[in-house]
């Protein structure tokens, strides 16, 4: 026990009575606790990684009066295997960590980063089908290990074969699926996919004319998606969220002026091919807006003179830092953003979010087709839910999740520390969420609040099946009720 029964509040500023605090060195401890809450009944445990979950959650639970079973402290990369690109790690490995032992084992691979900075769990953010610059990361994810609710360990290879952590659903039914979203077993370890790093790692920028070339551009990007020469995550940022990002670095009177929305999409390939592709996708691009090929190129040469170009007129210092994510290495240059947005507070670019200010941030994650006129709709009941609560402008990004997807990232700042504006950000966070779920645009991931009441069902047979699946694995309802589990349970969901 590290601490006992205690209220928290999170940086979404939700607040949540906490049990008590457990942190477990090994995952036989973890069995050995899971054990004693089964012979205890009416104890119930919620699983953290490393409890940065940001704008979604973080370290807090779903539900009241349950004991966080905190897995920081295993943290080990008990296998770095880069002959058959793989390593398997321990739930409490960070990006920051995870790349640093790419970096002294002499950087010929890279991992599938996302924005959450150093200090996020790499294996957390892939359970949470969190979205990184190559794929949706539980792609990443080849086998997991596992304690169910009565203190068994398994891993979904199933098999004792030479393909365990190698091939990821191996022979017959692959459960591997059951374990993201969802709390049906507490994850201690995984084996994830490793990149072989190409000789070019870079993005090409388009800096769009204006905001109607918005929905030509997803029809272009979806057919060179479709084509299948493209393997990556292309992020599309509106303005704001650019301006949020660089002002902390520069300050409002020397942040250039971006474009409504503008696009980078990294490029990875052997040089000849990635200066071919870059070609072909300014060919395509360039009717559109600005494009700039091979940008973001990391190290940057700091000798060369800036261009004019909006991004590339930054200094170099802040284009490497920018640089990073396109090569496949964590940044933490989000982070100071949180305050700016929030507050206009400068802090330090490798705090925490959560104790660095009282800026709060709460993330509502709607997805769209991007063919028929889908994003411009669902920007268009974004603005009118804006609108009517008269709230600032809001930071966006479109990730790109296939020629057929995309996950829109809207990012809602304001202060923890004026009660009035929290609430007021709750319920405009709550009604933006309800009508794009009423619309049919459900969300990818869920924070603990606000919950819609649109949100997506699972029919009778799959609510059934997923209870059934709980009850099998979790006998003595040991596990936490998570914030995926009332779309098969009927059940009320308190916020």
């Known amino acids: 026990m590290v601490r006992g029964a205690h209220e928290t509040r999170d940086l979404t500023g939700s607040k949540r009575r906490i049990s008590g605090v457990l942190c477990p060195p090994n995952k036989e401890a973890i069995a050995e606790i899971v054990r004693q809450a089964c012979r205890s009944r009416g104890i119930q445990l919620q699983p953290i990684s490393c409890g940065r979950n940001w704008g979604f959650g973080s370290a807090l639970p779903d539900q009241d009066d349950v004991y966080l079973l905190d897995l920081s402290l295993l943290n080990s990369i008990q296998n770095l295997d880069l002959t058959e690109h793989r390593v398997t790690l321990e739930p409490g490995v960070t990006q920051g960590q995870l790349d640093k032992a790419l970096e002294l084992s002499g950087r010929s691979h890279t991992f599938n980063v996302t924005g959450a900075g150093a200090t996020a769990s790499v294996l957390g953010n892939a359970l949470e089908r969190g979205i990184g610059y190559v794929q949706q990361r539980d792609l990443d994810i080849l086998e997991l290990e596992l304690i169910t609710g009565n203190g068994d360990i398994l891993k979904t290879s199933r098999f004792d074969s030479r393909l365990a952590g190698r091939h990821r659903s191996g022979l017959g039914p692959d459960p591997l699926g059951l374990f993201t979203q969802s709390s049906f077993g507490i994850v201690t370890g995984a084996t994830l996919a490793l990149k072989r790093r190409p000789e070019q790692m870079s993005s090409l920028s388009l800096a769009m004319r204006d905001a109607d070339c918005l929905p030509e551009f997803f029809t272009v990007l979806s057919d060179i998606l479709a084509e299948g020469w493209l393997h990556c995550v292309p992020h599309v940022f509106n303005d704001t969220r650019f301006t949020t990002s660089l002002e902390p670095f520069l300050g409002p009177a020397n942040t250039p002026q971006f474009s409504p929305w503008s696009a980078m999409i990294p490029i990875a390939a052997p040089s000849a091919v990635a200066r071919g592709m870059a070609q072909e996708l300014e060919r395509r691009l360039s009717p559109l807006g600005k494009v700039t090929s091979a940008l973001l190129s990391c190290p940057v040469d700091q000798t060369q003179p800036a261009s004019q170009h909006p991004v590339t007129a930054m200094p170099p210092y802040l284009l490497a830092e920018l640089g990073k994510l396109s090569q496949g290495i964590p940044s933490n240059i989000a982070m100071p953003g949180v305050a700016w947005a929030a507050l206009q507070k400068r802090v330090a670019d490798d705090s925490d979010p959560e104790t660095a200010s009282t800026a709060g941030l709460i993330h509502v994650t709607p997805t769209c087709p991007l063919a028929g006129g889908a994003p411009t709709e669902l920007l268009s009941i974004i603005e009118r839910v804006r609108s009517t609560h008269r709230w600032r402008t809001l930071p966006m990004t479109f990730n790109v999740m296939s020629c057929r997807l995309a996950a829109l990232i809207i990012s809602i700042p304001f202060d923890r520390a ?35 009441a649109s949100l997506p069902s699972a029919a009778a047979p799959w609510r059934n099946l997923f209870s059934a699946i709980q009850q099998q694995l979790d006998p003595y309802s040991v596990l936490a ?15």
Do not use: T
């Open 418 to 452: 004026q009660p009035d504006e929290a609430a007021r950000c709750r319920d405009f966070a709550s009604e933006l969420l309800e009508a794009c779920c009423f619309a049919g645009f459900a969300p990818y991931r869920l924070g603990i609040e606000p919950k819609a």
């Open 481 to 495: 009720s998570g914030k995926y589990h009332h779309l098969w349970e009927n059940r009320v969901v308190s916020c």
